[in-house]
T-cell receptor, first 109, second 113 residues
Framework: GIQVEQSPPDLILQEGANSTLRCNFS?????LQWFHQNPWGQLINLFYIPSGTKQNGRLSATTVATERYSLLYISSSQTTDSGVYFC???????????FGTGTRLQVTL | DAEITQSPRHKITETGRQVTLACHQT?????MFWYRQDLGHGLRLIHYSYGVQDTNKGEVSDGYSVSRSNTEDLPLTLESAASSQTSVYFC????????????FGPGTRLTVT
């Protein structure tokens, strides 16, 4: 099956710093989503981005499907950004997601 | 607002007991999914359904079953709970028409003692 690798596995930032999270996948995809799992365990949809670039406030994402990677940018980080960020992909039209193992982000004051 | 809910949110059960976790969505989505989340494994797909009366096995389906009798609900049953099934369980749904974006419920934390 498809392999999904996320980097870095762990990241510690001071409030106000910027960061880039990366997701590499081993096959072409029809669906790619970024999620934030907050400290309470809730999975929050950030982006549905099988290709192209999207922005939502301080967050933006870019997927280069031909090169099989996606990037999540977090600007001016806040303590509420802490948690685990997951990339998940689907290779077909079946809408079955394969998750990466996540990037754990801690934002400190 | 449309939403997806799971119940119970927390459950402790004994080895060998049958357990059913509920998932209910008001998005009117055709597709529904069950995942489990374990440390070191991320989220893994257990079962999924593309519509009423349709069910399919996922990556880690052994010991689990689902049934789909209506659009809104996909209950997950553990036939005989095992300690290896201690995990956090997430239900999700997606529309089969417009996009494949999945939306997740709040999760159920299950402990098998």
């Amino acid at each position: 099956g498809i392999q999904v690798e996320q980097s870095p596995p762990d990241l510690i930032l001071q409030e106000g710093a910027n960061s880039t999270l990366r997701c590499n996948f081993s096959d072409s995809v029809n669906n790619l989503q970024w999620f934030h799992q907050n400290p309470w365990g809730q999975l929050i949809n950030l982006f549905y981005i099988p290709s192209g670039t999207k922005q939502n406030g301080r967050l933006s994402a870019t997927t280069v499907a031909t090169e099989r990677y996606s990037l999540l940018y977090i600007s001016s980080s806040q303590t509420t950004d802490s948690g685990v960020y997951f990339c998940a992909v689907d290779t077909g039209t079946a809408s079955k997601l394969t998750f990466g193992t996540g990037t754990r982000l801690q934002v400190t004051l | 607002d449309a939403e997806i809910t799971q119940s119970p949110r927390h459950k402790i059960t004994e080895t060998g007991r049958q357990v059913t976790l509920a998932c209910h969505q008001t998005w009117n989505h055709n597709n529904m999914f069950w995942y489990r989340q374990d440390l070191g494994h991320g989220l893994r797909l257990i079962h999924y359904s593309y519509g009423v009366q349709d069910t399919n096995k996922g990556e880690v389906s052994d010991g689990y079953s689902v049934s789909r009798s209506n659009t809104e609900d996909l209950p997950l049953t553990l036939e005989s709970a095992a300690s290896s099934q201690t995990s956090v369980y997430f239900c999700a749904s997606s529309d089969s028409g417009r996009s494949y974006e999945q939306y997740f419920g709040p999760g159920t934390r299950l402990t098998v003692t």
